[in-house]
């Protein structure tokens, strides 16, 4: 193993997870809200706000599958070593990262059951940049409508569809979070 | 001062991850209640065990908290959950709703409408609203998996028959988002419209091992029927101490002789009502 996996995790652990996972509740509850997340140094080309998120949630229970370019031999130390994840091929995350291209078809990834629709994947989709522009987005947690730049309307649509099943969504850029639940209505802006 | 033995907030940071990820699941699904692998707490199941480990989870060092127990800060179990995050997550408390960024209850939602930055966590005993309607957990699943709530509408109608009027009076059951059947914890369905709110919602059942969300601005209905329409009830008095005439309010026997008063049941609301100038009819005579 390489030393650099060593580094870059939480500085205080329980603290520092407790101010990203406020960040990243207020995101999912509040869909379009661009939230700053920061806490962890990952390897490139993890983004801040994805390696926050990672050690966040991810843990033994939690599977995780690398897609793309992030499924280096770095970004799987550093993951490993931070948070004794199983890194896993998609159908079986629990949590994918990745660019949508990589990521996508998202029909790949689990949606949960009409009994159990929390057994589903959480996606966190690294974007070039996050801005509260495009697609309009309405539904709960939103008080009339919020506006946000997503990488795929037509796919994410179809993914309220599913609801309650479906995947939801982080997106993630440098330090900076926003969320897409499955719950949000999504319409071209 | 912070207990060093324990790690920030109690629980270990593994236990918290398992809670956060169903937190996040259970905003993403407004109204199912997302399982989980509840933890023993230093506390009996009842006490609110539930929301402890929401809270817990949910906690950063620059919280304040406030902790209610039906509307009041100075209960046992209110006074003894504060505690318990002062010495284990060495957070500010507060009894002021307007302070608070993080609002665990029992039973109440602060007569103060609350705002964006706060997060109001309930208590939770029995989370499944068809619990007592049908016990099997296998059979309510699948209710809720295909939305087949007739039962709940069975039963309100009974109250009708009986009563003349849907009798039931706290933990009525809501719809929220137009899909999943809730119960909102053992509120006074007075506070039911005050379910639309601006804060983010948190619910926890300890024993039950549950825990269900509800985003800001979320619709949330209380069932009813067109004919007899859906109706938040409170005593018909003003409170005695303050004279607020919104608030829900406590009935309290003051002697063997059957007089007795009614008193706002949020604590924090009457005193500062009391505070800016306000008094009701025993104002005098009870403080």
Request: with cysteine; net charge negative.
């Given at each position: 193993?390489?030393?650099?996996?060593?580094?870059?995790?939480?500085?205080?652990?329980?603290?520092?997870?407790?101010?990203?996972?406020?960040?990243a509740?207020?995101?999912?509850?509040?869909?379009?809200?661009?939230?700053?997340i920061?806490?962890a140094?990952?390897?490139?080309?993890?983004?801040?706000?994805a390696?926050?998120?990672i050690?966040?949630?991810?843990?033994?229970d939690?599977?995780l599958?690398?897609?793309?370019?992030?499924?280096?031999?770095?970004?799987?130390?550093?993951?490993?070593?931070?948070?004794?994840?199983?890194?896993?091929?998609?159908?079986?995350?629990?949590?994918?990262?990745?660019?949508?291209?990589?990521?996508?078809?998202?029909?790949?990834?689990?949606?949960?059951?009409?009994?159990?629709?929390?057994?589903?994947?959480t996606?966190?989709v690294?974007?070039?940049?996050l801005?509260?522009?495009?697609?309009v987005?309405?539904?709960?947690g939103?008080?009339?409508?919020a506006?946000l730049?997503?990488?795929?309307?037509?796919a994410?649509?179809?993914?309220?569809?599913?609801?309650?099943?479906?995947?939801?969504?982080?997106?993630?850029?440098?330090?900076?979070?926003?969320?897409?639940?499955?719950?949000?209505q999504?319409?071209?802006? | 001062?912070?207990?060093?033995?324990?790690?920030?907030?109690y629980?270990?940071?593994?236990?918290k991850?398992?809670?956060r990820?169903?937190?996040?699941?259970?905003?993403?699904?407004?109204?199912?209640?997302?399982?989980?692998?509840?933890?023993?707490?230093?506390?009996?199941?009842?006490?609110?065990?539930?929301?402890?480990?929401?809270?817990?989870?949910?906690?950063?060092?620059?919280?304040?908290?406030?902790?209610?127990?039906?509307?009041?800060d100075?209960?046992?179990?209110?006074?003894?959950?504060?505690?318990?995050?002062?010495?284990?997550?060495?957070?500010?408390?507060?009894?002021?709703?307007?302070?608070?960024?993080v609002?665990?209850t029992?039973?109440?939602?602060?007569?103060?409408?609350?705002?964006e930055?706060?997060?109001l966590?309930?208590q939770?005993?029995?989370?499944?609203?068809?619990r007592?309607?049908?016990?099997?957990?296998?059979?309510?699943?699948?209710?809720?998996?295909?939305?087949e709530?007739?039962?709940?509408?069975?039963?309100?109608?009974?109250?009708v028959?009986?009563?003349?009027?849907?009798?039931?009076?706290?933990?009525?059951?809501?719809?929220?988002?137009?899909?999943?059947?809730?119960?909102?914890?053992?509120?006074?369905?007075?506070?039911?419209?005050?379910?639309?709110?601006?804060?983010?919602?948190l619910?926890g059942a300890?024993?039950?091992q549950?825990i269900?969300a509800?985003?800001?601005?979320?619709?949330v209905?209380?069932?009813?029927?067109?004919d007899?329409?859906?109706?938040?009830?409170?005593?018909?008095?003003?409170c005695?101490?303050?004279?607020?005439?919104?608030?829900?309010?406590?009935?309290?026997?003051?002697?063997?002789?059957?007089?007795?008063?009614?008193?706002?049941?949020?604590?924090?609301?009457?005193?500062?009502?009391?505070?800016d100038?306000?008094?009701?009819?025993?104002?005098?005579?009870?403080?």
């Open positions: 193993m390489q030393s650099e996996a060593l580094h870059g995790g939480f500085s205080d652990a329980p603290v520092d997870a407790s101010f990203a996972f406020r960040a509740m207020t995101a999912m509850a509040r869909p379009g809200m661009i939230c700053d920061s806490g140094e990952p390897p490139s080309p993890l983004s801040v706000a390696g926050t998120l050690l966040t949630l991810c843990d033994p939690a599977a599958a690398l897609s793309g370019p992030l499924d280096v031999q770095p970004v799987r130390e550093w993951v490993t070593f931070h948070t004794g994840a199983p890194l896993v091929p998609p159908a079986e995350a629990d949590i994918a990262v990745g660019r949508w291209q990589d990521l996508h078809p998202i029909d790949r990834l689990r949606i949960g059951t009409p009994e159990y629709p929390d057994r589903s994947a996606l966190i690294e974007m070039d940049a801005i509260e522009t495009g697609a987005l309405r539904g709960p939103i008080r009339e409508t506006r730049s997503l990488p795929d309307a037509a994410m649509a179809g993914n309220a569809l599913l609801y309650p099943l479906g995947v939801d969504f982080f997106l993630t850029s440098g330090a900076r979070v926003a969320a897409l639940p499955r719950s949000t999504i319409s071209e802006g | 001062m912070t207990d060093q033995a324990y790690n920030f907030a629980l270990d940071e593994q236990t991850r398992m809670i990820r169903a937190i996040l699941k259970g905003l993403a699904v407004p109204g199912y209640q997302v399982p989980f692998a509840s933890r023993e707490m230093p506390m009996p199941y009842g006490w609110g065990t539930g929301g402890v480990q929401v809270s817990a989870a949910t906690l950063t060092p620059d919280d304040t908290l406030k902790v209610i127990d039906q509307g009041a100075d209960t046992t179990n209110a006074v003894s959950i504060r505690k318990f995050f002062e010495r284990t997550a060495g957070v500010a408390t507060t009894d002021e709703t307007d302070k608070a960024s609002i665990q029992r039973h109440r939602i602060p007569e103060m409408p609350l705002r930055d706060q997060i966590v309930y939770v005993p029995i989370p499944e609203p068809l007592f309607l049908e016990p099997r957990e296998t059979e309510t699943r699948k209710m809720h998996s295909l939305e709530y007739g039962l709940m509408h069975v039963k309100l109608y009974e109250d028959s009986q009563h003349g009027q849907i009798a039931t009076s706290y933990a009525y059951p809501v719809r929220v988002s137009g899909r999943y059947v809730m119960d909102p914890s053992p509120i006074p369905k007075f506070d039911n419209p005050k379910l639309e709110m601006d804060a983010i919602q619910f300890g024993r039950e549950r269900y509800v985003p800001p601005w979320t619709q209905v209380s069932l009813d029927f067109e007899y329409p859906f109706e938040a009830s409170k005593a018909d008095h003003a005695d101490l303050c004279g607020a005439g919104d608030s829900y309010l406590d009935e309290v026997i003051t002697d063997d002789s059957g007089n007795r008063m009614f008193v706002c049941s949020d604590t924090d609301y009457c005193r500062s009502r009391r505070d100038g306000h008094t009701g009819r025993l104002a005098g005579d009870a403080t």
